[in-house]
């Protein structure tokens, strides 16, 4: 970023020859100025601005930017000559009303309006001058990703079915498929699963083990541990309208690597996987219901207004969020951070979340995953975006973030499943060994409807 204060305007999206084209216009909002490298944030690949990406919250589904151009972003440009361009995607399906725009480092843009034909632009001069690519495009489905902040339950929500994964190092004693004393708090992760979906559909319980042991031993014991959760679960629920099947794969389909003992932990787990018959009963609530005690907070406090002061590598980083909107079952964000008075430079583990969340990424994502909204307990992640390899990109800064002194804040942008709360707590709850994760926390945080 610049430093300068930029005003955006973003609509309408045109479908048009077989892809979806969203107009935008950028300018300072005093004076002239040039975006030059700054655009850099975008990742410009070439011919048109890269990694922005456009939303469909309804459909729950995300599109990669294919096309466009990036003439004029290196020339000075003012409020009376702004900065135009057309960023192209894969068309949207008939009938979509309206899609959101994902802008890296500057924010989520919602409701912006799709039609068929508009006189804003020129339509044909837009497309003549782009060259869309929409072999990797999308649509790609979005992913919510939920669960209890001490790791023994996560809930993943996604498109057809709802996965919540259990800890069997606390639904179980060790190296026994014996429930704990434990369990039933940690199944009621799939019992509230289980109440948003009252027609039932299809129920998978499968339990997986580390590589600990032999191959024999760890398929056993994977099996009797699924057969005594979908037994406990027929106790704590209503399974007539559910087509249970139990399964055990042992040590053969690891989470991760079975190289730490971190990694161990996280692979040893039990899945219960959901195929509701009639999905939408699920829509318009939350993932994952919040309650329970909210942790201690691992680094310094403040309310999301005024924001806090947090120690960075022996400088002081300034972070606020004033509020999120609430947009068709999703919260949105820009969390500013700021420098008083140095650069500062973020490793790739500035964001990192601990090791039994950050698996779900892999170890050296650069994104800025470890954003996360509280619920009692529960803690939300940031919404991620399934990659056509099966991979996870949560829907925040891709890259490693610089502050480059007093006149260059940087946004970042955040996509959230819905709390269902009215205020809302962010919070950063570092890496545990690693000292160089970032450990902060904002309360009070307005929720307002976009």
């Known amino acids: 970023m610049t430093g300068e204060e930029w005003t955006i305007n973003v609509g309408p999206a045109v479908v048009a020859e077989g892809v979806t084209l969203v107009h935008m216009s950028l300018f300072p909002t005093e004076g002239e100025a040039s975006l030059g490298t700054s655009f850099s944030s975008f990742n410009i690949p070439g011919d048109f601005i890269g990694d922005i990406r456009m939303l469909d919250l309804g459909a729950s589904t995300c599109y990669l930017e294919s096309g466009g151009n990036n003439e004029g972003v290196f020339t000075s440009v003012s409020a009376e000559e702004p900065l135009v361009l057309n960023p192209v995607f894969a068309a949207v399906p008939e009938g979509t009303e309206e899609v959101a725009l994902f802008l890296p480092n500057f924010g989520v843009f919602p409701r912006v309006p799709v039609v068929g034909s508009t006189d804003v632009f020129d339509v044909g001069a837009a497309l003549a001058a782009s060259s869309p690519d929409l072999e990797d495009a999308g649509p790609f489905p979005l992913r919510a990703l939920v669960g209890s902040d001490d790791g023994s339950s996560a809930t993943e929500d996604e498109g057809d079915s709802t996965t919540v994964v259990l800890s069997s190092d606390v639904t179980f004693a060790s190296d026994s498929a014996e429930l704990s004393a434990d369990a039933d708090g940690v199944l009621a992760s799939v019992t509230a699963a289980l109440g948003r979906f009252p027609s039932g559909g299809g129920l998978a ?30 106790q704590l629920a209503d399974l007539s309208g559910w087509q249970v099947s139990l399964a055990g794969k042992g040590e053969s389909e690891p989470r991760v690597p079975n190289d730490s003992d971190e990694n161990r932990a996280v692979n040893r787990r039990v ?9 939408a009963e699920g829509e318009g609530g939350p993932v994952a219901a919040g309650g329970g005690e909210v942790p201690e907070p691992a680094g310094p406090v403040g309310t999301g207004a005024e924001g806090v002061d947090v120690t960075y590598k022996g400088k002081t980083l300034h972070v606020s969020l004033e509020q999120v909107q609430r947009v068709d079952g999703y919260l949105i964000g820009r969390v500013l951070l700021s420098s008083d008075t140095d650069t500062v430079h973020f490793e790739l583990q500035a964001f990192h979340m601990p090791p039994r969340w950050q698996s779900y990424w892999g170890i050296v994502t650069t994104s800025a995953c470890s954003l996360t909204l509280l619920n009692g307990a529960i803690r939300y992640l940031p919404m991620q975006r399934v990659g056509s390899s099966g991979g996870l990109w949560p829907m925040t800064n891709r890259s490693a973030l610089s502050v480059r002194g007093p006149d260059t804040p940087v946004l970042v942008p955040v996509v959230w499943p819905d709390t269902g709360q009215d205020t809302v707590t962010l919070d950063l709850p570092g890496n545990g060994k690693d000292k160089e994760a970032i450990a902060l926390r904002l309360t009070d945080i307005p929720v307002v409807e976009a």
């Open 205 to 234: 319980v499968t339990g997986h083990t580390d590589d600990v042991d032999s191959d024999a031993h760890n398929q056993e014991l994977s099996e009797r541990r699924a057969q005594a959760v979908g037994d406990r679960l027929g």
């Open 271 to 279: 899945e219960v996987v959901l195929r509701p018959s009639d999905r």
